[in-house]
């Protein structure tokens, strides 16, 4: 599976920015997508997930009611809604997939926030 992500930028305090991650190769297999970030000395953290049966949706609790996870199955896109954004949303967002066997990532967005 390759996953590439798209729609990082330069956004101001409150504005909004959209997410893609297109999916290739064995996407059959996916069972969970989501959307992680990593800020500049810290750890990578969990945004969102979304199950690929149910679409079961999970959110960090710092991004709840301000982002929106979803996907469009005919595209293998899964896309991350990102509104109310924060300088503490500035971090590369990696778009992340799980099967049985494996885990797979993007290589990342820069998304910065300016105050």
């Known amino acids: 599976v390759q996953l590439v992500e798209s729609g990082g930028g330069l956004v101001q305090a409150g504005g909004s920015l959209r997410l893609a991650c297109t999916a290739s190769g064995s996407t059959f297999s996916i069972n969970v997508m989501g959307w992680y970030r990593q800020a500049p000395g810290k750890q990578r953290e969990l945004v969102a997930t979304?199950?690929?049966?149910?679409?079961?949706?999970n959110y960090a609790d710092s991004v709840k009611g301000r982002f929106t996870i979803s996907k469009d199955n005919a595209k293998n896109t899964l896309y991350l809604q990102m509104n109310s954004l924060t300088p503490e949303d500035t971090a590369v967002y990696y778009c992340?997939?799980?099967?049985?066997?494996?885990?797979?990532w993007g290589q990342g967005t820069q998304v910065t926030v300016s105050s």
């Open positions: 979304i199950t690929n049966g149910r679409g079961t949706t």
């Open positions: 992340n997939a799980i099967s049985r066997a494996a885990v797979y």
